[in-house]
C-alpha cells in the first residue's frame, strides 16, 4: 500500500513539473487586448492591427470558432512574439486578392503564407475579414 501511494505521489508530481515545463516553451504574448462591450473578433482585429486569422490561433482555447462566445473583460493574446503580424488590411467589399497584394505589394504566395485560411482560389475572404499583409522576410 505504501509503495502504491509513494509511486502515485511521484507519478503526479512528475506530470505536474511536465506541465510546468512544457508551459515554459509556450511562446510568449506580444501584445494583449481586453475585450470590451460591443466588440467581436473582426472588430478587435481591425482596431488592432491584427490578422483575424492569427487572432483566432493564438487564443483558440478560449475563442470558439465562430467567435460568439467573447465576454466583457476577457484577456485575449493579439499575437506571439516573434510571431506577430501587424501590418494588416480590413477586406472591403469587392475586393479580392490580386486588389489586396497589389495594394500590399506582395505576392499571393505572401499573402496564404502570412494567412493559412486563405484558399488557393481566394474564394473564402470577407468584408470585414483581416489580413495579414506584412512583406515576406528577408
Keep these: ?12 508530481a ?6 510546468v515545463v512544457v508551459r515554459q516553451d509556450a511562446p510568449a ?5 481586453t475585450v470590451q462591450s460591443g466588440d467581436f473578433c473582426d472588430k478587435i482585429s481591425a482596431e488592432q492591427n491584427v490578422s483575424t486569422h492569427q487572432l483566432a490561433t493564438v487564443n483558440s482555447a478560449i475563442v470558439n470558432p465562430a467567435c460568439d462566445n467573447l465576454f466583457v473583460g476577457e484577456v485575449l493574446c493579439l499575437g506571439l512574439v516573434g510571431q506577430d503580424c501587424s501590418t494588416v488590411q480590413v477586406v472591403q467589399s469587392g475586393q479580392g486578392c490580386d486588389t489586396i497584394t497589389t495594394a500590399a505589394n506582395i505576392t499571393f504566395a505572401t499573402l496564404v503564407a502570412n494567412n ?16 495579414c499583409v506584412a512583406p515576406a522576410a528577408a
Design 1 to 12: 500500500m505504501f509503495f502504491a501511494k509513494t509511486l502515485s505521489a511521484f507519478v503526479f
Design 14 to 19: 512528475g506530470m505536474a513539473l511536465a506541465v
Design 29 to 33: 504574448c506580444a501584445r494583449n487586448y
Design 116 to 131: 493559412p485560411n486563405v484558399n488557393a482560389d481566394c474564394t473564402n475572404i470577407y468584408p470585414g475579414e483581416v489580413l
